[in-house]
């Protein structure tokens, strides 16, 4: 971008005109290397950038940071699940607290799951904390009747 700019400004372009196009262009377009990411430049921050540019070269736009969540396969969900299948798991942190050494963060477990499988995951952990306080209520009944 910032060569462009410089290559209008051999060619006689004013640099507001060719910030203001810039700025107009690429505000809102995504990252290709992380689509949940968009450019956020004003005016005012591709000009600061460009100085920048001009007096330090292309290290002077180092991004700093890093390429979002990291993304998990099938193989890297499965442990999660089957913990979630067994009888005594109530809910998905509690699964996720039970993993050994988890690979990355639980809502990184939780978005790799599609929306079905995810809603039906959470329907059932649902139930099993329903059944959970059913058996609660039922063992107090018992009590008062026994006490």
Same mark, same amino acid.
């Given at each position: ?10 060619? +006689? ?22 689509? @949940? ?13 460009? !100085?920048?540019?001009?007096?330090? $070269? ?6 700093? !940071?890093? +390429?979002?969540?990291?993304?998990? $396969? ?25 993993? $050994? @050494? ?5 809502? @990184?477990? &939780?978005? =790799? ?12 952990? =649902?139930?099993? &904390?329903?059944?959970? @306080?059913?058996?609660?209520? $039922? ?9």
């Amino acid at each position: 971008m910032f060569r462009c700019i410089q290559r209008g400004r051999e060619s +006689g372009k004013r640099v507001h005109e060719q910030l203001v196009l810039f700025t107009w262009r690429w505000n809102g377009k995504a990252y290709h290397s992380d689509p @949940s990411r968009s450019f956020r430049f004003s005016y005012a921050t591709l000009n600061r950038l460009y !100085y920048a540019w001009r007096k330090g $070269g292309d290290s002077a736009l180092a991004l700093h !940071y890093h +390429g979002g969540r990291q993304k998990i $396969g099938p193989a890297q969900l499965r442990p999660l699940l089957e913990v979630c299948l067994r009888p005594e798991t109530l809910s998905f942190g509690e699964a996720y607290r039970q993993l $050994g @050494s988890p690979v990355v963060a639980e809502c @990184s477990y &939780r978005y =790799a799951l599609n929306v079905m499988d995810r809603g039906l995951t959470r329907r059932l952990l =649902a139930q099993r &904390r329903k059944v959970v @306080s059913a058996e609660l209520v $039922g063992r107090r009944i018992l009590q008062e009747m026994a006490g």
